[in-house]
């Protein structure tokens, strides 16, 4: 996007959308959606394997402005993409516009609702919103979210959050040519104030996770952008589906300690890696769940950085400068937390679980030693779990 209010509170970012929407569609919209991006605290490449992630919300957000129309037309209209608007019919089959881009999760929801039957609306919209993007931080995630959460209330369909989360994951298959789990879109739909959600991607229900109070959730940008699609991202679900075939199983989700002992050794470099990735990091996702349960900070933080080193060497898709990133934090923090790359990798966000009182000691080292390849500081946000999609009054 052109412009990408980040620091924009949510007052800054409806007030962004209205002047768009007036000033583009005049009069008023008749319908407001939200939906928050989400931060994967542990649980990393392994949704798409049935396997377990803890994401949370968090307070970066999507909001979407809707006026019903009748006739069966949708103008969207994207406040951080240069005022850029978008226009087609429902009376006619919703197809991917080209060049791909931000229109595509619109189109490839709205297309996933229709098939679930949802009758659309034609609707007048406006969109802005402060999750980064190029970050990890599942802006289209929100995007997508907020459309089938505004779309079902206009359509009065009572969508549960895991289909509106499927018609997201849809949008992304089959519009954006990004072969994703369900775990983005689920935590932007289903996320709960002041806690992760442990997510079980074979059966897609959540438990709730309390979050210590006196803990933040620290998101560190470093300024390495990065394209799902054009990255590694698809490979690496290929070579998992191939070390699974090749162990005999549907999905790595399936192998146990005995199978992976038992057989491990047949697998080839790299599918080897890939393969240990995952199951470990199932493991290490349960762990941490249930560390956070416990209260136990400084066992979450060891997960979090076992979570880490797993990433950069059997799954390799920490990049260097993310890598040291996450080393600078590692080392403020000690045993009073953790940090790990989160997001799809290649590039984006490190996460850390910091103590309040640590947030400052942190800001100040990674302000001190840490600068992008292209020289640019990390941007640093301090975020807290929030609620998943809904309409705001």
């Known amino acids: 996007m052109t412009t990408n209010p980040a620091s924009f509170d949510r007052a800054q970012l409806l007030a962004r959308a209205l002047n768009a929407f007036h000033g583009r569609f005049g009069g008023e919209p008749r319908l407001l959606a939200r939906a928050p991006g989400r931060v994967n605290l542990i649980g990393e490449h392994t ?3 049935d396997g377990f992630c803890l994401p949370c919300a968090i307070d970066r957000e999507t909001l979407l402005l809707l006026r019903p129309r009748h006739d ?6 994207a406040c951080d993409e240069g005022s850029e608007l978008d226009s087609f019919s429902l009376t006619q089959p919703i197809q991917p516009r080209e060049p791909a881009g931000w229109a595509n999760y619109v189109r490839g929801t709205l297309a996933a609702l229709q098939a679930d039957g949802v009758k659309l609306q034609g609707a007048d919209i406006a969109i802005a919103g ?6 990890g931080l599942s802006s289209s995630a929100a995007l997508e ?3 089938a959460t505004a779309f079902d209330a206009l359509a009065g369909t009572g969508l549960d959050v895991r289909r509106k989360a499927r018609a997201g994951q849809w949008a992304e298959h089959h519009f954006a040519g990004c072969q994703c789990g369900i775990l983005d879109q689920l935590a932007s739909a289903a996320g709960v104030a002041g806690h992760a959600l442990l997510l079980d991607c074979r059966t897609q229900e959540t438990q709730a996770i309390p979050l210590p109070p006196d803990l933040a959730v620290l998101v560190i ?4 952008q990065r394209g799902l699609v054009d990255s590694e991202y698809n490979l690496r679900r290929q070579q998992c589906q191939q070390a699974a075939a090749a162990l005999g199983v549907p999905l790595l989700r399936d192998v146990d300690k005995a199978l992976w002992q038992a057989r491990a050794h047949e697998l080839p470099l790299p599918l080897l890696r890939r393969a240990r990735h995952v199951v470990t990091e199932n493991q290490r996702t349960l762990d941490a769940a249930q560390a956070l349960r416990d209260g136990d900070l400084q066992r979450a933080g060891e997960l979090m950085r076992e979570s880490h080193v797993s990433m950069r060497d059997d799954f390799e898709i920490v990049p260097p400068a993310v890598d040291r990133l996450a080393m600078i934090v590692n080392e403020v923090l000690g045993p009073q937390g953790g940090a790990r ?3 799809g990798g290649f590039g ?10 640590r947030v400052a000691s942190v800001r100040s080292a990674v302000e001190r030693g840490y ?6 500081p990390a941007l640093v946000w301090a975020c807290s779990a929030s609620a998943g999609a809904g309409l705001l009054a």
């Open 47 to 49: 949704d798409y394997s």
């Open 130 to 135: 402060n999750v980064p993007l190029g970050a």
């Open 72 to 77: 069966g037309r949708v103008r969207v209209l």
């Open 371 to 376: 600068r992008s390849p292209g020289g640019e």
């Open 145 to 147: 979210m907020a459309v």
């Open 221 to 224: 940008h470093s300024r390495v």
């Open 348 to 357: 984006g966000c490190v996460v850390a679980l910091v103590p309040h009182g």
């Open 341 to 343: 790359m989160t997001g």
